[in-house]
């Protein structure tokens, strides 16, 4: 069974960076799609970066481009978080599928139980 485990999350003032990584167990994150989504309370969930097998296929929702960047590295994806807003505080999730198309779509298969992000001064 895959689980995901995310780490890296805190309290962060505005302007400020953070990195957060999403390892796996039973399975190797090498041959998975992956994607970092994101809840604020009361709102929905937010899909923020994507990456599949390879780097032409990394996205990055509009809201953070050119703040965030997603990478991965044998059996950990990142989210390199630079530049935070307050309304970048949400939970963070990790998620991965086979396909990239279903983690873009919010059905990954599998998901992390999320970490807290907070920006605020």
């Known amino acids: 069974q895959v689980q995901l485990v995310e780490s890296g999350g805190g309290l962060v003032r505005p302007g400020g960076s953070l990195r957060l990584s999403c390892t796996s167990s039973?399975?190797?994150?090498?041959?998975?799609?992956a994607g970092w989504f994101r809840q604020a309370p009361g709102k929905g969930r937010e899909g923020v970066a994507f990456?599949?097998?390879?780097?032409?296929s990394i996205a990055h929702a509009d809201s953070v481009k050119g703040r965030f960047a997603i990478s991965r590295d044998k059996n950990t994806v990142y989210l390199q978080m630079n530049s935070l807003k307050p309304e970048d505080t949400a939970v963070y999730y990790c998620a991965a599928d086979y396909s990239l198309a279903n983690v873009k779509d919010g059905w990954a298969s599998y998901w992390g139980q999320g970490t807290q992000v907070t920006v605020s001064s």
């Open positions: 990456i599949g097998l390879s780097d032409d």
């Open positions: 039973g399975v190797t994150l090498d041959y998975y799609a």
